[in-house]
T-cell receptor
Framework: DSGVTQTPKHLITATGQRVTLRCSPRSGDLSVYWYQQSLDQGLQFLIQYYNGEERAKGNILERFSAQQFPDLHSELNLSSLELGDSALYFC?????????????FGNGTRLTVT | TQLLEQSPQFLSIQEGENLTVYCNSSSVFSSLQWYRQEPGEGPVLLVTVVTGGEVKKLKRLTFQFGDARKDSSLHITAAQPGDTGLYLCAGRRTGAGSYQLTFGKGTKLSVIP
């Protein structure tokens, strides 16, 4: 058990809809990362927050947004969903911002857009 | 273009065989990490290497960081069915200005009993 909790585990929704994915980091971890994993693209970095501040942005679409709250949990909002957004979405946390700090991953949210 | 290229993409071997998987890039990394991911779960860290030429061992797994810190390899001796999974390398680039961790697409390993 990594200590990172993601909800929901599965989500099925229709095109055009909006969903919110939730992540609770490990106790004490200040940094939260969001990744999208698909079969053809692998694990793609979306966005990182550190203690409530956005720190880095990857290949995140404009239809997607995220935030980290004062209690350090984070939410990833996906809107105007398309079939191609179907993927596994992972949240990870780390204690520090260093070059060798490990990421602790949750078990992901599987999003299916129909 | 993928920043980190992993090869092979798929590997199916018999129990007891040895194998090596590779992680290559044209970029220099401050550190490289290897993760293993099993179906339905998130990746789990196996090792971090930070010094060029560094070799780390974890039981039957041997990890090496290239001298120029652009590549890494993972060697498994006497593979067992429990080694089955997706092996991912991930790196943080030198001077990238962020702590973003970039992943390769992974090597999917199947060890047949």
């Amino acid at each position: 058990d990594s200590g990172v909790t993601q909800t929901p585990k599965h989500l099925i929704t229709a095109t055009g809809q909006r969903v919110t994915l939730r992540c609770s980091p490990r106790s004490g971890d200040l940094s939260v990362y969001w990744y999208q994993q698909s079969l053809d693209q692998g694990l793609q970095f979306l966005i990182q927050y550190y203690n409530g501040e956005e720190r880095a942005k990857g290949n995140i679409l404009e239809r997607f947004s995220a935030q980290q709250f004062p209690d350090l949990h984070s939410e990833l909002n996906l809107s105007s969903l398309e079939l191609g957004d179907s993927a596994l979405y992972f949240c990870a946390s780390s204690a520090q911002e260093t070059y060798n700090s490990p990421l602790h991953f949750g078990n992901g949210t599987r999003l299916t857009v129909t | 273009t993928q920043l980190l290229e992993q090869s092979p993409q798929f590997l199916s071997i018999q129990e007891g065989e040895n194998l090596t998987v590779y992680c290559n890039s044209s970029s220099v990394f401050s550190s490289l990490q290897w993760y293993r991911q099993e179906p339905g779960e998130g990746p789990v860290l196996l090792v971090t290497v930070v010094t060029g030429g560094e070799v780390k061992k974890l039981k039957r797994l041997t990890f090496q960081f290239g001298d120029a810190r652009k590549d890494s390899s993972l060697h498994i001796t006497a593979a067992q069915p429990g080694d089955t999974g997706l092996y991912l390398c991930a790196g943080r680039r030198t001077g990238a200005g962020s702590y973003q961790l970039t992943f390769g697409k992974g090597t999917k390993l199947s060890v047949i009993p």
